[in-house]
């Protein structure tokens, strides 16, 4: 079985920053595409990041200029440097891979972390 586990939620004011971290395990041939998603109270989950296996990121407008999403391929790890946090940033953050796993017949399947909560408040 394919695990992500992430790290780096917490409490931080208005202005300040946080450093994400979701390191993939298991029975991995392959990572594809990895990034985050974002759940706030009676909010739709939304799509924050996005990073392709070649690096190219896209990001949701609201986070644009502030977040990035970037990965280590020899850790099989993705992160969210998320800078200039607002209130509005509040959230329980999923972090996704798609992963192709060891195997005959193998084929790419997204897997999700468990959710890390942060909080942007004075």
């Known amino acids: 079985q394919v695990q992500l586990v992430e790290s780096g939620g917490g409490l931080v004011q208005p202005g300040g920053s946080l450093r994400l971290s979701c390191a993939a395990s298991?029975?991995?041939?392959?990572?594809?595409?990895m990034g985050w998603f974002r759940q706030a109270p009676g909010k739709e989950r939304e799509l924050v990041a996005a990073?392709?296996?070649?690096?190219?990121?896209n990001y949701a407008d609201s986070v644009k200029g502030r977040f990035t999403c970037s990965r280590d391929n020899a850790k099989n790890t993705v992160y969210l440097q998320m800078n200039s946090l607002k209130p509005e940033d509040t959230a329980v953050y999923y972090c996704?891979?798609?992963?192709?796993?060891?195997?005959?017949?193998?084929?790419?399947?997204?897997?999700w972390g468990e959710g890390t909560l942060v909080t942007v408040s004075s």
């Open positions: 996704y891979a798609l992963i192709q796993t060891l195997g005959s017949n193998s084929y790419l399947m997204n897997y």
């Open positions: 298991g029975s991995i041939f392959k990572i594809n595409a």
């Open positions: 990073i392709s296996d070649g690096g190219k990121t």
